[in-house]
Nanobody, 121 residues
């Protein structure tokens, strides 16, 4: 499974970005998919997850501002980020589990290369 994340960039506080994660080597329609981020000097943290059925889950820090979605026809997962804050600055990674039960436990097996998001104040 290969995951290609894109859409990062530099944006001012209050702005928006949409990240994309294109998958190949697997049809993602039956799998949960996740987004994570890692800021400089910090551990990687969970951002959002979308289940194979479309249910969504968010970290408290992004709830109400970020929206995860999927387009199974395009084998792609998205992360719409609105009302961005400087503390959202990080490298964002999309991830896929070997099976859905692992993702529920926070365990992912396949990772994209990451895309940098920088929010200026």
């Amino acid at each position: 499974v290969q995951l290609q994340a894109s859409g990062g960039g530099l944006v001012r506080a209050g702005g928006s970005l949409r990240l994309s994660c294109a998958a190949s080597g697997r049809t993602i329609s039956r799998y949960n998919m996740g987004w994570f981020r890692q800021a400089p000097g910090k551990e990687r943290e969970f951002v959002a997850r979308i289940s194979w059925s479309g249910s969504t889950y968010y970290a408290d820090s992004v709830k109400g501002r970020f929206t995860i979605s999927r387009d199974n026809a395009k084998n792609t997962v998205y992360l719409q980020m609105n009302s961005l804050k400087p503390e959202d600055t990080a490298v964002y990674y999309c991830a896929a589990p070997g099976n859905n039960e692992r993702s529920v436990r926070g365990e992912y097996d396949y990772w994209g290369q990451g895309t940098q998001v920088t929010v200026s104040s």
